[in-house]
């Protein structure tokens, strides 16, 4: 039964795109036409965006289309580096072995996404933490305790007054801060998709040393397997530079790569070309291109060096990730421990008061 078919699909995640790049790879490979083996991989799925996904593939191929040219319908599931990697290999004769190359670059990538999230785990856990016990206390809690305090009538000290008062107002006022918290989180998910706020937070962002070397590092390692894919799958250089741009986040990066593109149409080798914008490409990349220009290696040279940044951001996101969990911890100890104190000293005073009698 044909699937009904739209070109509006969620894009798919990582581990469906490896599952059926690798299927195709590996079905090319033992000689089954294009069109079989995605009709064999739409079966085979459990997932129902990437049956659909598939479907549409195959209309697209039945209908007179190459893969490249199909793809290139599903935006939302294939990017524009996915795209030109296929048409190459289909150009060169050799699209299978794309295809397994490609299937080892999502595999990389997935790995480091999920390098990356095991790190934030136990940061994240900690602030989810913070934010629920933060909320418990002042919105169910400490009311019922300021209620019996205040009504006592006793000489409260300054941060018990102002902690007992807070959560008073903030249960009184729960469901505007409520809607006043979630009204500012899809108002900023908003702004940030605007084109002019988010270059406006990103410059903000790249002042943080921390932030800009993380972002450095980023755009080297994704600049570096990118450009090293694409060349591998016979994509002429000045192509590769110009779908490279595509996946970086530095605007100054994108410029100095476009910089590169320019200097190699006028006869520029790349790591020449490189020596004049010292502060987007350093020493190591420019001896690394360089060795891999003269031997004619530069695809190798360039996968060699992508792992290499790729292990500098992840070094980055552990480091930082290590220093932010005892400073969370603390904040944690802060906070109860102020609550705690706002509590014990006005039942000490309470006490001392009735003592005597």
Same mark, same amino acid.
């Given at each position: 039964?044909?699937l009904?078919f739209s070109?509006?699909?969620h894009k798919?995640?990582?581990?469906?795109k490896?599952?059926v790049?690798?299927?195709?790879?590996?079905?090319?490979s033992?000689?089954?036409?294009?069109?079989?083996a995605?009709?064999?991989?739409?079966?085979?799925?459990?997932?129902?965006n990437?049956?659909l996904?598939?479907?549409?593939?195959s209309?697209?191929?039945?209908s007179?289309?190459?893969?490249?040219d199909?793809?290139s %319908?599903?935006?939302?599931?294939f990017?524009?580096?996915?795209?030109?990697?296929?048409k190459?290999?289909?150009? +060169?004769?050799?699209?299978d072995?794309?295809?397994t190359h490609l299937?080892?670059?999502?595999?990389?990538s997935?790995e480091?996404?999920?390098?990356?999230?095991? %790190?934030?785990?136990?940061?994240?856990?900690?602030?989810i933490?913070?934010?629920?016990?933060?909320?418990y206390?002042?919105?169910?809690?400490?009311?019922?305790?300021?209620?019996?305090?205040?009504?006592l009538?006793?000489d409260?000290? %300054?941060?018990?007054?102002?902690?007992?008062k807070? +959560?008073?107002?903030?249960?009184?006022?729960?469901?505007?801060?409520? %809607?006043?918290f979630?009204?500012?989180?899809?108002?900023?998910?908003?702004?940030?998709r605007?084109?002019?706020?988010r270059?406006i937070?990103? +410059?903000?962002?790249?002042k943080?040393?921390?932030?800009?070397?993380?972002?450095?590092?980023?755009d080297?390692?994704?600049?570096?397997?990118?450009?090293?894919?694409?060349?591998?799958?016979?994509?002429?250089?000045?192509d590769?530079?110009?779908?490279?741009?595509?996946?970086?986040?530095?605007?100054?990066f994108?410029?100095?790569?476009e910089?590169?593109?320019?200097?190699?149409?006028?006869?520029?080798?790349?790591?020449?070309a490189?020596k004049?914008?010292?502060?987007?490409?350093p020493?190591?990349l420019?001896?690394v291109?360089g060795?891999g220009?003269?031997?004619?290696?530069?695809?190798?040279?360039?996968?060699?060096?992508s792992g290499?940044?790729e292990?500098?951001?992840?070094?980055?996101?552990?480091?930082?990730?290590?220093?932010l969990e005892?400073?969370?911890i603390v904040?944690?100890?802060?906070l109860?421990g102020v609550?705690?104190?706002?509590?014990?000293?006005?039942?000490?005073?309470?006490?001392s008061?009735?003592g005597?009698q």
């Open positions: 039964m044909k009904p070109k509006k699909y798919l995640p990582p581990t469906e490896l599952a790049v690798e299927g195709l790879s590996i079905m090319l033992a000689g089954i036409p294009i069109l079989e995605i009709e064999s991989l739409k079966e085979d799925t459990e997932n129902k990437t049956k996904v598939l479907a549409g593939l209309d697209e191929i039945s007179g289309k190459t893969l490249s199909a793809i %319908a599903f935006s939302d599931s990017d524009l580096v996915f795209i030109n990697i296929i190459s290999g289909e150009a +060169s004769g050799n699209l072995k794309v295809l299937a080892e670059n999502i595999k990389s997935i480091t996404s999920d390098n990356i999230k095991s %790190a934030l785990f136990y940061p994240a856990l900690v602030i933490t913070l934010v629920s016990v933060s909320f206390m002042f919105a169910f809690s400490l009311p019922k305790i300021s209620t019996v305090f205040i009504d009538n006793i409260l000290p %300054a941060y018990s007054t102002f902690i007992f807070f +959560s008073l107002f903030f249960q009184k006022n729960l469901l505007y801060i409520g %809607a006043g979630l009204t500012s989180i899809i108002l900023s998910i908003w702004l940030l605007t084109t002019k706020i270059k937070f990103f +410059s903000f962002l790249i943080l040393p921390s932030v800009r070397t993380l972002i450095k590092y980023m080297l390692s994704r600049f570096t397997k990118t450009t090293a894919l694409l060349l591998t799958a016979g994509v002429p250089i000045i590769v530079l110009d779908i490279s741009k595509n996946v970086i986040i530095s605007p100054k994108k410029a100095d790569i910089y590169l593109k320019d200097s190699l149409t006028e006869g520029i080798n790349l790591a020449d490189m004049t914008r010292p502060k987007s490409f020493s190591l420019k001896q291109i060795v220009e003269e031997t004619g290696n530069l695809d190798k040279a360039l996968e060699d060096i290499h940044y292990k500098k951001f992840t070094d980055i996101i552990k480091n930082l990730t290590v220093l005892p400073i969370l904040l944690i100890g802060i109860v609550v705690l104190l706002s509590i014990i000293v006005p039942i000490y005073q309470l006490i008061q009735i005597p």
